[in-house]
């Protein structure tokens, strides 16, 4: 079992940054693929950035892709977002998700992909 804990939701301007971090505890944290999720009002959960067991590969959803940073430090247990030039659109409850995949060189962009989930943190970027 994982127990994955973001922090860092707020309150931001439009062209402002914010960075995410998501703890994680319970399991070997360098053995899995880490993803940033997220779903705005009324919206589906959509993919936002994954980074794989290593952190030596990275892929981003095209709408955040430029802009958005993923990150990993296996010795703190930890992932980080960090987001720039933020926009309305990315206002949203960003979600961490966990997947055990050591030795896996694809990235992990879908939601069933990914066995565990963090609460959530929202982020809301003002126009």
Known sequence: QVQLVEEGGGLVQTGGSRRLS?????RIFSSYAMGWFRQAPGKE???????????GITYYADSVKGRFTISRDNAKST?????NSLKPEDTAVYYCAAQLARGLLRPLTRLSEYDYWGQGTQVTVSS
């Not at 992932?79 to 987001?83: G, H, I, K, P, S």
């Open 79 to 83: 992932v980080y977002l960090q987001m």
């Open 22 to 26: 998501c703890a994680a505890s319970g």
């Open 45 to 55: 959960r959509e993919f936002v950035a994954t980074i794989n067991w290593s952190g």
